[in-house]
Every structure is written in structure tokens, then in C-alpha cells.
């Protein structure tokens, strides 16, 4: 069965800077963004000032479709963070465009136990504006098809 | 260059040290290891120092292995390589001492989880670093990177938590004859499988327990070594690998490429095989890392891990024992202690003294992964010189 | 042993790199040291890393070294022994290669104070570390640890504010041609005096400015030599020295016994002595420092050290220069960088290639201190190969 | 001219555990305590469970007079600590008892710019009870005699 996935109190946000600005920032238009290189023309991602395959300096976020596969996860079940109580999936995701560049996030809307390596999901946001901090939004991702469905979907692709 | 010799070892037993620091820790584990050695060592024969400390809490680390151990007269290094530190000592040690320059170098790992560290200083402290930027906000703890690549490789391979299991509950009863372990007591599969899960597929004994402690070896050239013991232990092989620190850029999520790299050179200076090795200690900070790392070491073929652990080969009456130590598992796992701790654990089967003892070991072999899957670092020992 | 020469060295301009971290710093000093290689370095040939770093605020260091440069089939060391770690990474490096296990070995060293750590997060990191509880809540602040034996020298030795506003005015000087250095403008004596006191003896002029940056060079073994350079220098000594790290257990305040410790080890490898050395960068993190080091490093007699400032003997004219680079004082002092840039300069010394260009010197001396004072790491290099 | 301490109003005081305890506490009793080995009969400082001269772990406290001399001094002059405002003097007391152990401390009641090394001073202990740390006893120095008259006398040792 699928959990509707209710928004913590609170998350330690990142404070990002140069090149990580725009990851963090890009669910402002809704839009997930991945470093690019122009050169090999090979998405990456943490973003960073130069392709890690290539070494090209000539490197820039582009928006990507925000939809992609479980490559793998675990579900935490100790409150390690006490901000996020257990249990919950954390997930990384290979990205339709290209899959061997991977993004770790948490996948919600989705009951643990129902989750499947392969799965399809896509991205969404969550905007945080921390008092004395700065403005993100966190790209979090969920089942394809959303919702009640998605337990279903998953377990057919398992 | 010029054979190098290992004459001593000794360890502090590990566990939460409570009443000692590393300044208390450090100077035990050198004392017990120059009891170990054959014919007396007068500390003043050392020449200089390796010490292998992940974390600094207690000051500044050479500082501290010199004032606390006396050693005010020698050179002293610290060396840090994630959880690979305690076998990076013994690499750069050998290395002096290989060179000429060094006859007696003293190899020492530490380290102290303090239990004074509360959530919020550990918070103030994630935030200082620039990677867990990556990690923290979205609740990617530092366990969850060894159980993302569990899960791929339980997916790929058709090894189950029960192979997992069974990696835990031979390292438990290994344990119970290690005087220095941390955790003497038997479980059962059924146990590990019952057991409250950490993350997925990780249950509580699945991982290893928080640990301090420190373990120090003596390396000595081939021409002083008969000074120390009539019975040296031969440093054969020393090997360090590295790949990608972001997760997000290793290929393959079923194997760790640092080990694969450590591994291909060890075997290479030692002129040996993974088929050769009698005995090793491998960095199991989490059940799955064993199997994945029998792969990686070349001790059985890809995926082929969990028929090796349902055969029973890495037992103590298997035919290739796997950390008769107990490992990190259940001897327990001060980061910077644990590769030297294993070479304490080799040093003594390749001598006949240990508490497991095999029949006539020649070859051993000792490895960690850490960073957390960034770094690898191997050592052959072998009674054979050549 | 093996002979080890070093054939390459370059290093990135220090300053506040406030739009540069570690990763970009590192790979920009390895790229002007594979530069300077006169016949060219194959970046494949590298066959090992040596990675002095103090502080790890961008994580785990040996990764980012192999992470950044794409050197990801090599192992990589990180060395940490606080400011003298630079030329330790060099002395580990150089023992690697003179062993005859690598033939090829980088040392970087490079360092990023980060603008981002504001006061209370300095305060949450320094309550993680032990030590400092002894220091902290009297106000005792790590530049006046320094104040404190300069104070004391000045007492006993009869030396004066003006002699240390000296050294800076002379490094300060030297920096003016060196186009990696932080602060290149000419300071006088009355303006070193007269500025704000930061802490007593020390004004804004006799400290080393907050500095990032990174330096690199590359050893290799008398064998492979001539494949990079028809001009080696030779590394002919190597030395570290510790002291107890309290204070309050250090005998003398008026010497650094660490410094004559690795001095006298560098010394006896190279074969030679104090008079035999025509450069030297000595550390100056306060200018005091470089007054105490000239003692006790045999370039003059003990309280001797006012007399030879005075005297213009350590200026580029005179007959055994000090710091040509500028010296910490001046070209700055990005911690784990530091001693690797002094082999940066004193390699152009030696091959001719100086912005203060000596007449055809033969012997280089490197020194650092740290921790504040209870390590002292010193590199001698020479054109002469025995 | 002498100036007259005044206590800040805040310290970041130390959390003793072990052989620290008793030197940050034992000023509730206006001692200052200093280990002393057994074996070879020698006061040494910081406390630690050796002895670092002979090894010897036969160590304890022993109070001492709290009396010693200036070994160095330095004033601070920067506002590295926003709770210490500068000027403030940090001085290398040398005990009595054994000059050649040597107490870290600020020396206090006294005009920074006649301090002299060899001064004589004499502890005295400042009370901090952190909320949510632990009571301690901060020693302290100042001229002997103290008070008004401390300039003067340590002008004539210089
Ligand atoms: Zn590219
Ligand atoms: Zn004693």
C-alpha cells in the first residue's frame, strides 16, 4: 500500500555555491538541472566546474525530463536524523536521459516494502526557505504513475 | 629494495573505552607489541613512526603518538586514508624501510569514537564539510551508501540476506576465542534475520559495532631482523586503490574497484595469487562488504560469493579462513586501528601464536575499504622471504 | 638507497581563492608542475601520490586529490603533520621512490581556509577538539602561543621589535618579483612597527596573511631521471623532527627543538652542514620565527640571529638569502601547501629558473614548523647528485 | 596603572573529565591542584594519568601555593573571541613550587603594558556554572601584591 508522504518540520538544508546553485534552485520553474558537458556531451552530476570524463571546462546545467529508474535503495529504519523519522526510502535514481548519471534522493508516496529495483519514478520539489539560510528547493521523487498505483506498477516490474 | 620484516604486534582489546583516550590507548597497544617481540626490543632502536588516526578529536596526532609513547627522538607521521588508514601505515612504513633509510619503523593505528560527541555537535560538524551538502538534506546517512550498493548487489547476484547472515554469524564465533574483540557471543542466522533492521537490507548484526582501540607492528629491515626474532613475518605486498568519492559516478554498484586495484598490487610485489593466500582479514564493516569484497580480492569468481560462504570455505575448518579474528564485525572497528589490528591477527597465525591457530599458514592477507567505497588498501605477509 | 631527483614543480597563485576550492586548486598546481617538466611528463607514468593536506573541509582528501586530477589508478597518501605537513608528504614521498618501488611519485600539498566559517561555527569546531579546552577559556588564542615564545626571546636574547620588523621588510621585499606571491608591496621598518598590535610582540606586519592555494612536484627515481630533465636536482635530505605539544612541558621557550631535531637528521643524510647551504626558506608564519629558526637551524650561533638580520646576510644580496619567495610572511601560507611551495622555489633556484635568480647556488634548505611548535619538517635539495 | 578585572559575562568554559577534574574544581576549595608524580617526585601539568618525565602512572593532585612568576606573557590585542574583549594578558605562569611547570592562565588587575617576565603572581579562582555544562573554577592570576600597588612592584623587576 502506498503512503501519502506528509513534509517534515524541518530538513538541514544545503547552502549551495557556485556551480551546485543551480541543482538546488531549478525546482523554482519546476525544472530538474544537470551539468552537461558540451564537449563529450555526457551529463554528470554533482555539477562541478569540469567534466569528470573528459576534463572540459565547457560545462553547464541543462533541464532534463526529471523522470528515471530505481537504480537502487534502502529504506532507513533508525532515527539517525532527528528531523526525518524513520522509516523512510532513500533512493538513487538513474536518469532517463542517461542512466549511468545516478542522483540520490528520497522516494515517498510509496509503501517501503513495495519498492523495486527498475521502478520508474519522476521528480518533484520542496521548497524550503530556512530563517538566516537560503532558498532551495529539494528535488524529491516519487512512483510512476503517482499515488495509490504505484505500489502495483512496481511490483509487476520487479 | 630490501626485504622488510615484521618482528612484533599487540593490541589494545577493542570496545567503548569509557575511561581512556588515545593518549592512554596508543601507549598500550606498543607496550603489548614490544612484549611481542622474540628478543627484546629497546625502544630507543626505533627510528621512526607511522601513525594511522581517522578522526583528531583529542589533538594533534604525531604530537600525541610521540608525547604519549615517548618516542620524542624520531620522526613520526600521521597518515589518513578513510578506513583504509591502518594498512596505508604499514604501506608507507615499508616503504621507509624498504628505501634503506629506516631499520626499525613502528607502525601504530588509533582511534576513539567519543561518546561526548551529541547529535547537535555532530550536526554543527556534518554542516562543516562540503560533500554531506549531497547527502544530509535528503537523509542519506553514512550507513545507507554501503546498503545502496547491498541492495544492487543482492539484485545482481541472487545472494540473499541469509549469505549475508551467515558471513555474521562466522565472524561472531570466530570471535569467542579472540581475548581483544569487542563482541563474544554466538548468533544464529535465524538471529541475524530477526534482529531490528538498521537499513534495508542491514539488520543491528549486520554492522559493526562502534569501537575504540589502537594496535601497533614493528617492521624491520632483512638485515637488522635477526636482532628482533628468529621467526620474522615477511611484509611481501602493500597495495592502495582509490575510485571516484562520488557515488554518483562508479560504474558498477556490485564491486568495489578500490579493492580490485589494492589487490592487483599487492599480489603483483608479492609474485602470488588470491589462489596462494591461506588466511585474510577483510573489511566486513557490514556483511554484505565481505561477500562483494571475496569477489573483488579474486577469492572466488563474480557473484560467486554466496556458494563460497555456503561452502564453508572461510571458516576456521574451511580451506581459505576469512577473519578468524572475529573481523570488524565482532572484534569491532576503531577506523584508523582496524588495518593494523588485522596485521596483529595475521602476524600471530603466520607464527603459530594465535588464538584460532591454522596448521602452517604461509600467506595472509589483510584488507579495508573505506571513503566509504572510495579507497582500498591490501598487505601480504608470508613466513617465506621470497 | 636510490637516488631521487626532482624533475617538476609548479604551484597556483596564493591568495584568497574566494571563487576556488581545493578541487580546482589542486588540479591548477599539478598542470604548472607537469608544465615545468623539461621533456614532458606522460601523466600515466605517475605511479603514486603523496597528498599533504591540514585541514578536510571538502572532504575526503586522498579522493579529491585522485578525484580531481583524474589520477584514479594510482594510490594516493594523505600525510597530515600541521604545518610542517608539506615537506613530510615530500620526505614520504622521497622514501617511496628511493625504496624502489615507485619510480614516479607527485606531492601536492594545498590547503583552502574557507571564508564560510564564521564564529560560531569556529566555536562548535573548536570544542570537538580536546586540547583546546586548556586554551580557550583563558583567552589563549593560536597566534599568541608564538606571541608567547617571541616575547621570551626577545627577553633573553637581546633582540628587538625592529630586528623582527627586519625579516618582515626583507620578505616582504623578495616577493616583489614573485608572481605567485599573496602581498607584493614594499613595507619599511617604522610601518611594521607602527602598526595595530595584534598580539604583543606581534603587529599586523609580523604575521603570514590567511592563504589558499596549492603546490606540486614531481620525484623520480636516478634511474628514470634523464627520461624528464637533463637538469635534475637531487633530494639529499629529509628530516622530521617532534617536541612534546604542550607548552608547558617544552624546556626552553627561546628554541624550537624540533627544528634542530630535523635539521640535524636532513644534515646527516645530505652528508653536510649549515655552512654548506646558499638558500633557504625558512618558516616565518611570525616574524619572530625566522629569527629563532636561524638559531636553530646552524645558520649563526644561539642569540646570533639579530646580528644576521641586521647584518643583510639573509637579503638577496647577501651571502645566504632567506625566503626569495617572500616567505610565508609574504607569499602566504595555505597550511598543507606551504612546504611544498618552498621546493617549488627552491627547484627554480637551483635550475636558474628564480624571479630572484642566485648566482649558481648548489645547496637548499626548506624548513617548516607546526603544530605550533612541536613538529619541524626540513628538505634539503642540491644540484649536486652525491 | 593598574586596571581592575572586571568578569566577563560570558566564558566557554571546559567540560573536565578524568584527571582534568580536579584542577577545574579545585578552586571550590581555593586550591589550586597540580598532579605530582610519586616515582620521581615531579609536579607536571596538564594532569594525565603518566607521568610524561618517567612513565610512572603512580600520579595524583596535590594542591601548591598558587603563588608563581611571569615565564612569558603576551597581550592580545584582537577580538578573537567575541566574549574577551582586548586587551587582555595571557601569561606563562612558572609555580613556586617548580618552575619549570608551567600554568597557561590570564594575569588579570593589572595595566597590560607594565607587565614584566619574572613578575611574581598569585592565583585566584572565577566561577562558572554553565547552564547544561559543568561547574568549574577557572584559575586566574594577578600581581602580588595584588590590587593598586601591582604596577609599581613588577616595574622594579624588569
Ligand atoms: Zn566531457
Ligand atoms: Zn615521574
Excluded at chain 1, 538544508?13 to 556531451?41: A, K, N, Q, Y
Excluded at chain 2, 586514508?81 to 628505501?99: I, L
Aim: negative net charge.
Amino acid at each position: 500500500m502506498a503512503q501519502t508522504y506528509t513534509r517534515p518540520d524541518f530538513r538541514l538544508t544545503p547552502t549551495p555555491e557556485g556551480d551546485d546553485v543551480v541543482f538546488w534552485t531549478g525546482g523554482e520553474d519546476d525544472r530538474l538541472m544537470i551539468h552537461r558537458c558540451r564537449s563529450c556531451e555526457q551529463y554528470f552530476h554533482p555539477p562541478a566546474p569540469a567534466c569528470f570524463r573528459c576534463r572540459s571546462r565547457d560545462v553547464a546545467s541543462e533541464p532534463v525530463s526529471g523522470r528515471g529508474r530505481v537504480a537502487t535503495f534502502t529504506v532507513n529504519r533508525q532515527p539517525w536524523l532527528p528531523t526525518l523519522p524513520p522509516p523512510y526510502v532513500i533512493v538513487l535514481v538513474e536518469l532517463e536521459e542517461q542512466p549511468d548519471v545516478r542522483i540520490f534522493s528520497q522516494l515517498v508516496d510509496v509503501d517501503p516494502a513495495e519498492v523495486r529495483i527498475g521502478d520508474e519514478v519522476e521528480v518533484f520539489f520542496e521548497h524550503w526557505a530556512p530563517e538566516g539560510g537560503t532558498e532551495v528547493w529539494l528535488p524529491l521523487f516519487r512512483p510512476v504513475p503517482p499515488s495509490v498505483d504505484a505500489a502495483t506498477v512496481s511490483g509487476e516490474d520487479a | 629494495m630490501r626485504r622488510v620484516a615484521m618482528v612484533g604486534a599487540g593490541m589494545t582489546k577493542f570496545k567503548e573505552h569509557f575511561d581512556l583516550g588515545i593518549k592512554e590507548l596508543v601507549p598500550m597497544a606498543v607496550s603489548e607489541m614490544a612484549a611481542s617481540v622474540d628478543k627484546g626490543l629497546d625502544r630507543s632502536d626505533i627510528e621512526a613512526a607511522w601513525f594511522g588516526e581517522l578522526t583528531t578529536s583529542d589533538g594533534f596526532p604525531a604530537g600525541i603518538l610521540a608525547d604519549s609513547c615517548g618516542l620524542l627522538d624520531i620522526p613520526v607521521t600521521r597518515v589518513e586514508n578513510a578506513c583504509a588508514t591502518g594498512n596505508d601505515a604499514v604501506r608507507n612504513a615499508m616503504y621507509a624501510v624498504a628505501s634503506g633509510i629506516v631499520d626499525v619503523a613502528l607502525v601504530v593505528g588509533a582511534d576513539k569514537v567519543r561518546e561526548s560527541s551529541s547529535r547537535s555537535t555532530f550536526w554543527e560538524w556534518a554542516a562543516l564539510t562540503r560533500d554531506v551538502a549531497w547527502d544530509y538534506p535528503l537523509g542519506l546517512v553514512a550507513p545507507a551508501n554501503f546498503a545502496l550498493h547491498a541492495a544492487r548487489y543482492l539484485h545482481e547476484s541472487g545472494a540473499t540476506r541469509e549469505h549475508m547472515a551467515m558471513v555474521a554469524v562466522k565472524n561472531h564465533r570466530h570471535a569467542l576465542t579472540n581475548p581483544k574483540a569487542q563482541l563474544r557471543f554466538e548468533i544464529t542466522v535465524e538471529q541475524v534475520l530477526r534482529a531490528p533492521t538498521v537499513v534495508e537490507p542491514f539488520g543491528l548484526y549486520d554492522c559493526t559495532p562502534q569501537s575504540d582501540g589502537a594496535a601497533a607492528v614493528l617492521l624491520v629491515s632483512e638485515e637488522v631482523a635477526d636482532r628482533y626474532t628468529d621467526r620474522p613475518v615477511w611484509v611481501r605486498g602493500v597495495g592502495l586503490g582509490l575510485d571516484r568519492v562520488m557515488h554518483q559516478h562508479k560504474q558498477d554498484m556490485t564491486s568495489f574497484p578500490p579493492t580490485v586495484k589494492a589487490a592487483r598490487a599487492a599480489y603483483a610485489m608479492a609474485g602470488i595469487g588470491p589462489a596462494d593466500i591461506d588466511v585474510a582479514e577483510v573489511h566486513d564493516c557490514f556483511s554484505a562488504v565481505e561477500l562483494i569484497s571475496y569477489e573483488d580480492l579474486g577469492f572466488c569468481d563474480r557473484f560467486g560469493a554466496a556458494a563460497l560462504v555456503e561452502s564453508g570455505a572461510t571458516t576456521f575448518e574451511g580451506s581459505r579462513p576469512v577473519n578468524l579474528s572475529g573481523g570488524l564485525k565482532a572484534k569491532g572497528h576503531p577506523p584508523g586501528a582496524t588495518g593494523v589490528s588485522q596485521n596483529v591477527e595475521l602476524f600471530e597465525q603466520l607464527r603459530g601464536d594465535a588464538h584460532n591457530q591454522l596448521d602452517t599458514p604461509t600467506y595472509a592477507l589483510a584488507h579495508n575499504i573505506g571513503g566509504p567505497t572510495a579507497v582500498s588498501a591490501v598487505t601480504i605477509l608470508s613466513t617465506e622471504k621470497d
